[in-house]
């Protein structure tokens, strides 16, 4: 990244300074239609709306919804969706104002998180995230797509229930899973991908549906929770032309297909860094 970015700089110089945030005490209920504008974590901040606590994700409320062990915290409680987010945030290893570029490249590397809040007296003062660094790739790399991408990656198929997608999800830590047709066989030519699967995207479902408080007993196929209008790449393209289209399209991951529409991997903003390092 060397190429793209004075390492030297400061890390804040890079960040988002226009953070949607939320505070401790709001209710999960509250905080969703927040996830649904765009946003796939939120830091969250103390009752008094100054010290930063950590951070909430898509994810953190699929698991507290069913999906993961923080549903034992929903099922052992009243509150149900006014339940305080405070009670199911991550931790996060939050940057400070003096890091560099390249103490915060490293920092993502260790920590191996796409979102690190920069904090100054204890409050926020900027959000970076991994498509900070790679939106400053500006011209060809010599780095084909095939290289840096994930190869095999994890999938769902069309038929499975929206609550085998949030499990696999967030048991495995994805922010995001292909959904291919065609028969079960990795690796089989038939795997043509369908769409793509995001935490955000299952919430969007359960809300439309009305079911937030019923993931458990959601048996409603992938499919009808997907995006089917999938932004994608070959493999003989330069990483170069994937930032291009994640910036075009506002998206952080490309499937990466063959002629035929097979999904042959998938290529992240965090394979990007790591291409690029």
Partial sequence: MEKYLDPGAPALSISSKAILHCREDQPVGD????MLQNHRRL???SQTGKYFRGVV??????DFLGAGEKYLIYRTRFDGLA???GRIISQAAPLAENHTILEALR??????KGFHPVLENRKIAGVVTEWDFVKHINKPTGVKVSEAMTQKPVFLREHD???EAGKAMVRGGYRRLPVVSGPSKKG?????LAGIATPRDILRHLSRAKRLGRLPRERTPVSHAMNPHVITITPEKDVYEAVMLMGAHRVNCLPVVNQHNGLAGIITEKDILDAMH
């Fill in 31 to 34: 905080v969703i239609p927040l």
């Fill in 43 to 45: 830091p969250v901040i």
């Fill in 57 to 62: 994700s898509s994810s953190d409320i699929l």
């Fill in 83 to 85: 339940m305080p987010v």
């Fill in 107 to 112: 920092h993502f590397r260790l920590h191996g």
């Fill in 161 to 163: 229930t929206v609550l």
């Fill in 188 to 192: 089989s030519a038939q795997q043509r």
